[in-house]
């Protein structure tokens, strides 16, 4: 079956501007979760959603905005990008929230703010 | 709050050497899961393992072993007769019971496999 696909896969932005990011699940997954990589932070948790609503929040300011559709797809925004907002943005997806197995990553968007 | 940490940042060995992987983590609950995962160039993050907090046995998949010990905070993971496709960033990982599907990530280990 397909695995969790992540839109666009590469991006450059520039200060100030936002982005959005795309995050298809697999098939019958309704969790999604969203992670942040940097070299400097590591991997670092942004949010996560089950049915629509926002279960969990990480540390970080509110320009991280988030949503999931009915279908269980999910967009992640980010407003007024600065520097330190380039990264890999990972997505990842599960049957459900809490789920006892493991979380099924997609290969992410990889934004760069200039 | 939840801590995990790998202090090897980086390990080169030659194919067939075997290498171990370490993690320590930190945690007040008493039921957590343990996960490791390896991520390849092409960015995804691919499941390895993932063990509970009152499964203390260790496992072995092939070439692939992990070592849990809730007495040292430790699960190491051991990948023998390593190959050159074994070579990526492994992070092991830790979720607590009350926190949803959140992972925290140790800083992982770059592990190169030299032919």
């Known amino acids: 079956k397909a695995g969790v696909t992540q839109t666009p896969r590469y991006l450059i932005k520039t200060r100030g501007q936002q982005v959005t990011l795309s995050c298809s699940p697999i098939?019958?997954?309704?969790?999604v979760s969203w992670y942040q990589q940097t070299p400097g932070q590591g991997l670092q948790f942004l949010f996560e959603?089950?049915?629509?609503?926002?279960?969990n929040k990480g540390n970080f300011p509110g320009r991280f905005s988030g949503r999931q559709f009915s279908n269980s797809r999910s967009e992640m925004n980010v407003s007024t990008l600065e520097l330190g907002d380039s990264a890999l943005y990972l997505c990842?997806?599960?049957?459900?929230?809490?789920?006892?197995?493991?979380?099924?990553f997609g290969e992410g968007s990889r934004l760069t703010v200039l | 709050a939840q801590k995990v940490t790998q202090a090897q940042t980086e390990i080169s060995v030659v194919e067939k050497e075997d290498v171990t992987l370490d993690c320590v983590y930190e945690?007040?609950?008493?039921?957590?899961?343990l996960f490791w995962y390896k991520q390849p160039p092409s960015g995804e993050l691919v499941f390895l393992i993932r063990r509970n907090s009152f499964d203390e046995q260790n496992e072995i998949s092939g070439r692939y072993s992990w070592n849990f010990q809730k007495s040292t905070s430790s699960f190491n993971f051991t990948i023998t007769a390593s190959q050159v496709v074994d070579s990526a960033v492994y992070f092991c990982a830790l979720r607590v019971n009350n926190a949803g599907n959140m992972l925290t990530f140790g800083g992982g280990t770059r592990l190169m496999v030299k032919p």
């Open positions: 990842a997806s599960s049957l459900r929230l809490p789920n006892t197995g493991e979380l099924f």
């Open positions: 959603y089950f049915s629509e609503t926002q279960r």
């Open positions: 945690t007040r609950d008493t039921t957590y899961y």
């Open positions: 098939s019958g997954h309704r969790s």
